[in-house]
Every structure is written in C-alpha cells, then in structure tokens.
C-alpha cells in the first residue's frame, strides 16, 4: 500500500493544490461523479486482473480485494472533504488502509459449494473464527 499513500513531493504538492476543488467537483456534481464511478468500476477490475496475476488469488477473490482497495480510496477522500477538505488528505487514506487492516480477515483453506467462496475455492472468516 506503500504506492498508494506515499506520493513524490511535486507530484505530491500538485495534488495537495488541486485537491479541494477536485473533491468538491466530484461530489457534489452528479454528472462528474457518476463519470467517476464508471472509471472506478473499470479501474477495479484492471486491478482485479494484476492481482489475479500475482498468484495468490482467483477472479472472484481478486475482484473482492480490487474494490475494497479502491472504494476505500473513495470513502477516504469523501471523509476529507466533508471534515471541510482541510488538513492532509493523505491521512485520511492512511487511516481508510488500517480500517480495512483491523477487520482482520484471514485466508481459510475450507471450502463449500454452496457458497461463492466456495466456488473460488476459498473461504474468508474472521481472524477469532
């Protein structure tokens, strides 16, 4: 996740400057958010596939783990820009990252037919599960 919240400094200084009026703009604009939606939908599966690539996961898991990622990146700067878009947006997705890490969702060998983790092969249960 280290990509994903760390940004170069010009980069880094660009996006801070344009932050507030890109979040205003694709919040509260229906038209440019739901542009935005179908974007994020495609970049889901994009990554979906790379993950799939890595080895560890299936189609279905990999979809699951693509939009968690991305959603998340969205629920974040949603969260920044309602707290009024001050401070440093970066924080909000740190914190969006380590929400998603104290679910604390573990890998189960087991599997089921008659459930779609079943069908990928796998479950997901609770790490105390």
């Known amino acids: 996740m280290t990509a ?3 940004v170069p400094g010009e980069a880094r ?3 801070d400057e344009t ?9 509260e604009i229906p038209s440019v958010r739901a542009a935005a939606f179908l974007m994020i939908d495609e970049a889901t599966e994009v990554l979906a596939e790379a993950i799939v690539m890595g080895g560890l996961y299936d189609q279905y898991e990999a979809r699951v783990i693509a939009n968690a990622i991305l959603w998340s990146l969205v ?3 949603r969260n920044w ?11 909000y997705i740190t914190g969006a990252f380590e929400t998603l890490r104290r ?3 573990r890998r189960n ?3 089921s037919s008659s459930t779609a983790a ?3 092969g796998r479950a997901i249960t609770p790490r105390n599960g």
């Open 4 to 6: 994903v919240t760390e």
């Open 13 to 15: 200084d660009e996006l």
């Open 19 to 27: 932050a507030p009026i890109r979040a205003r703009l694709w919040f």
């Open 75 to 77: 629920a974040a700067l």
């Open 81 to 91: 820009h309602e707290a009024g878009g001050d401070g440093d947006w970066n924080t």
């Open 103 to 105: 679910l604390g969702l």
């Open 109 to 111: 060998r087991a599997t």
């Open 118 to 120: 079943g069908r990928c």
